[in-house]
């Protein structure tokens, strides 16, 4: 319950152009990635407040999907910087999640909930085995 929870920027910024005019989308996406690819998170909240003032006005629900979830779009920031890139968004996950829905798609049901448990544990099991022989480098140094 104490580990830090990361949203994924890519979907926040999808989440965001859902509430921009296409005339608009390309500057002000491009704006909002000066955000996340600040320095510092003090930066990174002085970022945000020049984009909000900016797009705020024109596009307050799009400001909003970022305040709203402040905290977990910046924990990255309290982690070395050598995993701010990989921790910004959710790719790793969202691949092992791929793998689980391509192997239980396949299978046309499931006798119980406990079948399905032992099948994504297997697939997950598996990716972690997969995962221990070829590290991500930035995840096993020590900083």
């Not at 910087?81 to 969202?94: C, F, G, P, V, Y």
């Not at 689980?100 to 099948?119: A, D, G, K, L, W």
Request: glycine content about 0%; overall charge positive; aromatic content about 14%.
């Amino acid at each position: 319950p104490l580990v830090l929870r990361q949203r994924c920027w890519a979907h926040k910024m999808r989440n965001v152009a859902n509430y921009l005019r296409k005339k608009d989308e390309k500057e002000c996406l491009f704006e909002a990635k000066k955000i996340y690819s600040a320095e510092n998170l003090r930066e990174a909240k002085r970022n945000f407040q020049l984009w909000e003032s900016k797009w705020g006005r024109l596009y307050p629900k799009a400001a909003e999907c970022i305040r709203k979830n402040w905290e977990q779009l910046t924990a990255f920031y309290k982690t070395p910087k050598a995993l701010w890139k990989k921790l910004r968004t959710t790719n790793i996950i969202e691949r092992a999640f791929r793998e689980v829905r391509r192997r239980t798609r396949t299978m046309s049901c499931f006798n119980n909930v406990e079948s399905i448990e032992r099948i994504i544990f297997a697939v997950i099991s598996h990716l972690n085995e997969k995962w221990r022989n070829t590290p991500i480098y930035e995840f096993t140094q020590n900083y």
